[in-house]
């Protein structure tokens, strides 16, 4: 089954201890990128990546970090988290191609709480 | 710049009732795709329809519907005769053109979401 797996699923954490979100796809995807859910903001784009060792910044990159290895995985790192990165967080991923209407799937979800 | 609008913040119907969301682009690329997502209080993100920006005909799938007209740049989600399940966050989106496999930052631009509440 196609899946792309983000774990934690809810997180508490106080501001200033890092933290990794995972994110992991079956797909064999090229692309993967982080979104933040925000109320009134609908969904921006945190980091993407376009394959292995290759990432870029998104529209809201500033006090997050991430890595790409290997290329099912995509962790977005929190340096030092703070209060204002409390959100919704959602880990997408989907093949390349000539086109982007190529199917895009997104993970279930990551809620973190900076207190 | 391209953008996504949802004017309507949140709506709240009876049951059975029929219900439009509405979604405004702005791109100047003339090859785009326009998604809508159905977002539960469970949190995930539930795909609903991709659309290119060469098919203008409407669809339909059960009690949704979708229009989609180019010359006012709006994909319109209706839902017929809606149900308490149907209460959700609907998000509206639009990918990016691709200009050649060096810039294809392939996001998703969101409007920021209609909350519709179904009463029963």
């Known amino acids: 089954e196609a899946q792309v797996t983000q774990n934690p699923r809810y997180l508490i954490t106080v501001t200033g201890k890092k933290l990794t979100v995972t994110c992991s796809q079956n797909?064999?995807?090229?692309?993967m990128s982080w979104y933040r859910q925000d109320p009134g903001l609908g969904l921006r784009q945190i980091y993407y990546?376009?394959?292995?060792?290759?990432?870029d910044k998104g529209d809201v990159p500033e006090g997050y970090k991430v890595s790409r290895k290997e290329k099912r995985n995509f962790p977005l790192i929190l340096e030092s988290p703070s209060p204002n990165q409390t959100s919704l967080y959602f880990c997408?991923?989907?093949?390349?191609?000539?086109?982007?209407?190529?199917?895009?799937?997104f993970g279930e979800g990551s809620w973190l709480t900076v207190v | 710049a391209q953008k996504v609008t949802q004017a309507q913040t949140e709506i709240s119907v009876v049951e059975k009732e029929d219900v439009t969301l509405d979604c405004v682009y702005e791109?100047?690329?003339?090859?785009?795709?326009l998604f809508w997502y159905k977002q539960p209080p469970s949190g995930e993100l539930v795909f609903l329809i991709r659309?290119?920006?060469?098919?203008?005909q409407n669809e339909i799938s059960g009690r949704y519907s979708w229009n989609f007209q180019k010359s006012t740049s709006s994909f319109n989600f209706t839902i017929t005769a809606s149900q308490v399940v149907d209460s959700a966050v609907y998000f509206c989106?639009?990918?990016?053109?691709?200009?050649?496999?060096?810039?294809?930052?392939?996001?998703?631009?969101f409007g920021q979401g209609t909350t519709l509440q179904v009463k029963p």
């Open positions: 997408a991923s989907r093949s390349h191609g000539t086109t982007l209407g190529n199917t895009i799937y």
């Open positions: 990546s376009m394959n292995v060792e290759v990432t």
């Open positions: 797909m064999n995807h090229e692309y």
């Open positions: 659309r290119n920006s060469f098919d203008e």
């Open positions: 791109t100047r690329d003339t090859t785009y795709y």
């Open positions: 989106a639009l990918s990016e053109a691709q200009r050649g496999r060096s810039s294809n930052t392939g996001k998703l631009i």
